[in-house]
């Protein structure tokens, strides 16, 4: 059972998400549940969270308006 779930809402963030991304690798604990919601980039975004798979729990990505 995972303890925390970690949540990253992103959009376009091809320059941040992948610093985000290593940053949890870092972490020492094992029981963390990491999602991410993406509001359906236009960037590279979507690669670097298929690069990741390995990290992400769950990925949503879809349309949206927004925060």
Do not use: P
């Not at 303890?3 to 809402?9: A, E, H, K, Y």
């Not at 959009?11 to 029981?31: M, R």
């Not at 549940?33 to 879809?62: L, Q």
Request: charged share 30%; net charge negative.
């Amino acid at each position: 059972m995972k303890l925390l779930s970690i949540v990253t809402v992103c959009y376009d963030a091809e320059e941040t998400l992948q610093f985000t991304i290593d940053s949890l690798k870092n972490q020492k604990t094992a029981e963390v549940e990491y999602i991410i919601i993406d509001g359906f980039s236009k960037d590279s975004t979507c690669k670097i969270i298929k690069k990741n798979k390995d990290v992400i729990d769950i990925t949503i990505s879809e349309a949206d308006h927004g925060l």
